[in-house]
Nanobody, 119 residues
Framework: QVQLQESGPGLVKPSQTLSLICTVT??????????WSWVRQTPGKGLEWMGA???????DYNPTFESRTSISRDTSKNQFTLQLSSVTPEDSAVYYC???????????WGQGTQVTVSS
């Protein structure tokens, strides 16, 4: 059974960097052929795939966010992280981490965490 749990601040100021951690319980994030993604949901744009880190450590990003996004991992803690820099109120969303068997595929989701960007 796979469980994913997002954690991080619920409020971030404009121009700062949003940092979220996804803690995975169950398989190692280095297990072959699993991909670990960050997806966000906003009322206006729906679901947006932001990027992912593969079992190998390779990363891929949505071009929309690539210049501001970094995804990394800590294999000793079985965690992967999202950093989104230079945030604006338009980055306010529910952020989800999930697992899939491909870059844009999801079969397990975290419960999501609300992040609000406001001064």
């Amino acid at each position: 059974q796979v469980q994913l749990q997002e954690s991080g601040p619920g409020l971030v100021k404009p121009s700062q960097t949003l940092s979220l951690i996804c803690t995975v319980t169950g398989p190692s994030i280095t297990t072959d052929y699993f991909y670990w993604s960050w997806v966000r949901q906003t009322p206006g744009k729906g679901l947006e795939w932001m990027g992912a880190i593969a079992y190998s450590g390779n990363t891929d990003y949505n071009p929309t966010f690539e210049s501001r996004t970094s995804i990394s991992r800590d294999t000793s803690k079985n965690q992967f992280t999202l950093q989104l820099s230079s945030v604006t109120p338009e980055d306010s969303a529910v952020y989800y981490c999930n697992r899939g068997s491909g870059w844009y595929m999801y079969d397990y989701w975290g419960q999501g965490t609300q992040v609000t960007v406001s001064s």
